[in-house]
């Protein structure tokens, strides 16, 4: 389509007569793929977790965080390459906050998943240190 015939941006009538600088937009021909391909990495991540090595506790938190980033990844698609902030305002910060969103429920989980996987990783080295020095098991321990 020629320059001429394109149709002028829809500005958000309460941004009209305002100095809104320039905005680029991620183009969707790089963010589309790159999110489909993050999506099957992840698939195969929440696959890969079914194994009997990875504990239940974790399992659960791990593929919690897993939904969370494929169901954002569509709103920070959107909001990269689709919606413009002068055109849509209330679309372009609804799919900014939804990414938000998701962003600090998962730094929760990983932080949690960090505390289990230290605890767990502290229990293993109190009794193999018990089975290698010697001592009788503490009961508090």
């Known amino acids: 389509m020629k320059a001429s015939m394109q149709q002028p941006a829809r500005i958000d009538p309460a941004l009209v007569g305002r100095d809104l600088g320039e905005w ?6 790089l963010t589309v793929p790159l999110a489909v391909a993050a999506g099957v990495v992840l698939v195969w991540y929440f696959v890969r977790l079914g194994h009997a090595e990875v504990p239940v506790a974790r399992r659960w ?5 897993i939904a969370l980033l494929l169901a954002a990844a569509v709103p920070l698609v959107r909001a990269l390459s ?8 209330a679309g372009w910060a609804f799919a900014w906050s939804i990414v938000l969103l998701a962003t600090v429920a998962c730094a929760v989980l990983a932080l949690v998943d960090f505390a289990m996987t230290a605890r767990s990783g502290l229990r293993e080295y109190r009794e193999l240190r018990r ?3 010697g001592g009788k098991k503490r009961a508090d321990g």
């Open 24 to 29: 680029t937009m991620v183009p969707a021909w």
């Open 131 to 133: 089975e290698t020095l």
């Open 61 to 65: 938190m791990r593929r919690v965080s």
């Open 82 to 89: 689709f919606v413009h902030p002068h055109e849509d305002r």
